[in-house]
């Protein structure tokens, strides 16, 4: 069946970085277009990052832009969030979609930036 798993979330203090993965399974993951979502606490779950199928463009929330990264690694059915110069508000629980004819979603990983 389909799966998005992510992982590398976790705690870290402002101006750290992270590396977050997910890995998907059950599609063909080099068709579809990949991103990032986050969800902080009270507030609407919102666009952190995307990149097209099989990888030729990317684009960013204004909010991440020079301190993000995604990047997808086709024959290994994952892609990245290169997460650096973190601040307390990227505080939220980060998860993967999948999109093309269909639309999936991973369970998500959570991210805290806490002194």
């Known amino acids: 069946q389909v799966q998005l798993v992510e992982s590398g979330g976790g705690l870290v203090q402002p101006g750290g970085s992270l590396r977050l993965s997910c890995v998907a399974s059950?599609?063909?993951?080099?068709?579809?277009?990949m991103s990032w979502y986050r969800q902080a606490p009270g507030k609407e779950r919102e666009l952190v990052a995307a990149?097209?199928?099989?990888?030729?463009?990317?684009n960013y929330a204004d909010s991440v832009k020079g301190r993000f990264t995604i990047s997808r690694d086709n024959a290994k059915n994952t892609v990245f969030l290169q997460m650096n110069s973190l601040k307390p508000e990227d505080t939220a629980v980060y998860y993967c979609?999948?999109?093309?004819?269909?639309?999936?979603w991973g369970q998500g990983t959570q991210v805290t930036v806490s002194s």
């Open positions: 990149i097209s199928s099989p990888g030729g463009s990317t």
């Open positions: 059950g599609f063909t993951f080099s068709s579809y277009a």
């Open positions: 979609k999948a999109v093309r004819s269909l639309t999936y």
